[in-house]
């Protein structure tokens, strides 16, 4: 809520957020039409590509046996094994540049930290076991100032 307007969905928060203080700090989303469009595409690429698989780890791995319920254990390995081929991609968009939209941090690279966050407490590590460049880049993003003081992914039922 700011100010009555009600904006639910944590993307479009975070777009909304960068846009209304894009004065206050390094900017989040790119402004050059090119960087934005990489930027554009970084977003899409997660959204597609990652959120749904590392979702399914999530619940096979932590939320289910939070409600008691047990593991698919045949749905979390397919999850793991496309998530990990999509990681793939990612180690080589990352061998030639150092986030994913480019060489400057953006609210692509950010979007992951929900459920990057949740996936070695489900038992996956691909993001630091992956391979170098994964590994780097989820570092440079877990070692922010910023992420140093997050205290973790919300509870997500």
Known sequence: DDDGFILYESR???R???EKYAHQGAPL???ELHAKARFEQ???IEFANFQPFAWIIYVEGIGKARKGLQKDQAAWDVAVQQ???KLDVYETILGSQKYLAGDEFTLADLFHVSFGGLLAPAGCDLLTS???NVA????AITSRASFT???GPAEIS
Request: hydrophobic residues 40%; aromatic residues 16%.
């Open 149 to 151: 003081r997050y205290q």
């Open 136 to 139: 780097r880049w989820w570092n």
């Open 83 to 85: 998530l990990s081929a």
């Open 130 to 132: 992956k391979g170098p």
């Open 29 to 31: 989303i790119p402004t």
């Open 42 to 44: 970084a977003a899409s």
């Open 12 to 14: 479009a928060i975070c």
């Open 16 to 18: 909304y957020l960068s």
